[in-house]
């Protein structure tokens, strides 16, 4: 047992409860920790390694789900007598330990992720799903699912697109998917070749990005970002040490910096591309509008795979997202996707089709965006003085912790007080660094007053930090 004294997280690259957890699965994997063997309490491992103690419960819960370790009530943690093998891909997206149900009734905050304030879409859509029991056709409802019953849908898609030219492109441009998440994966599938193939994105990402590549089995290389968007010199230097094939990014809403890539920087990257014989994962599902110009896919169509979704437009539980594909890829999208689903589920096609070509829904999408205006207001103003990172058309905003915090007490501390957000730590890609910061996001699904007590609890504890600083 003593050998786990000896672990060494302070040069950790990413999130220390992840390093935690291989290092120990390592030790059981090897055979220097035993079946049946006892691991020493959360307090006095995180004393001994000089870390919180959140962060070896976060590893033991881990090793637990994953059955490497079992937990006993009243008696410990041990390693499994009969610990399976951990072959597969290990989902390693933290759990909250608020129990749902204090977040459903509302004594507990939920800033971790996007929740749309409703203007008229759940009636909306109440109503569509009454219509469609009486007038969706027949074979959308006991068929396999057929493109040519969403041609109708894809032109809806085609006519809302901004961000680019769309006058070169048609129907089969475009693949369905459910929601954003799945577009990212299918783009993988298409793209990348080989045992190992290297993908890029900036040091902090979209948990997603990480996810789709596990499932991949690729290589995720970070790269340095500033304040204009990713670094280019970052870029090729990691071209020059890698075959890259693809360059995953959100130019316009990064999440969770909220940073817009510049146009003269977007310029360099597609250069880049060209020169360096890489591909463009644009996701702009972050922001609420359409981007500005010029977009990834103005300067370099053929290489640049355009996603989107209505999860932060409309509504998340649609599932509902889309894939532009570049100029001549259209075929090698459509054919993952078929062979991914079968294609889009016919009553979601029906059902997506109709809430975009109601009437109202223009005006449901505007008061989506002026009420998340508020919502940054509110943040702003409780928050002024702290080194918030904002954007009015962002549903998200990004705090950097003055001295005195650290990112992963300060997470703690804000559940102590009842308020979820979401630490720096769960965005680090591979290799990356972490940033003594948290993302919230901006939950339209309760009051402003509410969200203005939440702002509040957190501008108090920002205030107030703990006497020693946690590690």
């Known amino acids: 047992m003593d050998t786990i004294k000896e672990i060494d997280l302070s040069t950790s690259d990413g999130p220390k409860y992840l390093s935690l957890f291989e290092e120990l699965r390592a030790r059981v994997s090897d055979g220097r920790l035993k079946a049946g063997e006892k691991m020493p309490p959360v307090r006095n491992l995180a004393w001994d390694l000089g870390v919180t103690p959140g962060t070896v419960a976060r590893s033991y819960q881990k090793l637990v789900e994953t059955g490497v370790f079992e937990a006993h009530v009243g008696r410990g943690t041990f390693v499994a007598d009969k610990a399976r093998p951990i072959t597969g891909v290990i989902d390693t997206m933290p759990q909250p330990e608020i129990p749902v149900e204090r977040i459903r009734d509302g004594s507990a905050i939920d800033l971790r992720s996007p929740i749309l304030p409703d203007v008229g879409q759940s009636e909306l859509i109440r109503s569509l799903m009454r219509r469609g029991a009486d007038e969706m056709p027949l074979i ?76 991949a089995r690729a290589q995720l290389v970070s790269v340095e970002q500033d304040e204009q968007g990713p670094v280019p010199a970052s870029i090729q230097a990691a071209c020059r040490a890698h075959h890259v094939q693809l360059f995953v990014t959100s130019a316009h809403a990064h999440n969770p910096t909220t940073i817009n890539t510049t146009p003269e920087r977007r310029r360099e990257i597609a250069a880049l591309a060209r020169a360096e014989n890489f591909q463009i994962l644009d996701d702009q599902c972050y922001s609420l509008t359409i981007g500005d110009r010029p977009s990834y896919r103005d300067l370099a169509p053929e290489r640049v795979w355009y996603v989107s979704s209505l999860a932060k437009r409309v509504s998340p539980a649609l599932r509902f997202g889309w894939i532009i594909s570049p100029e001549g890829q259209s075929e090698a999208a459509r054919i993952v996707a078929r062979h991914s689903t079968f294609g889009l589920a016919g009553p979601v096609v029906w059902l997506t089709t109709e809430v975009l070509k109601h009437p109202q829904i223009a005006e449901m999408r505007a008061g989506v965006v002026e009420e998340t205006r508020h919502r940054v207001e509110i943040a702003r103003d409780c928050l002024a003085g702290f080194d918030l990172r904002s954007d009015p058309l962002v549903a998200f905003a990004y705090l950097v912790l003055p001295a005195g915090w650290r990112a992963s007490s300060f997470v703690m501390a804000c559940e102590r007080a009842g308020v979820l957000v979401r630490s720096a730590d769960d965005f680090v890609a591979f290799g990356g660094r972490a940033p003594n910061a948290v993302r919230f996001a901006f939950n339209g699904g309760i009051s402003r007053t509410r969200f203005r007590e939440a702002m509040s609890t957190i501008a108090d504890l920002l205030r107030n930090p703990p006497h020693e600083m946690g590690a």
Do not use: C, W
């Not at 894809?154 to 492109?169: E, M, P, Q, T, Y």
């Not at 998917?177 to 298409?190: M, P, R, V």
């Open 140 to 215: 959308q409802i006991m068929d396999y699912p057929q493109e040519v019953d969403q041609q109708e849908l894809k032109s809806l898609i085609l006519g809302n697109v901004a961000s680019f030219d769309r006058s070169v492109l048609s129907e089969k441009d475009v693949t369905l998917t459910n929601g954003g998440q799945h577009a990212i994966n299918l783009i993988y599938q298409a793209v990348l070749r080989g045992d190992r193939p290297v993908v890029l994105t900036e040091e902090l990402a979209y948990p997603g990005i990480r996810h789709a590549a596990r499932l």
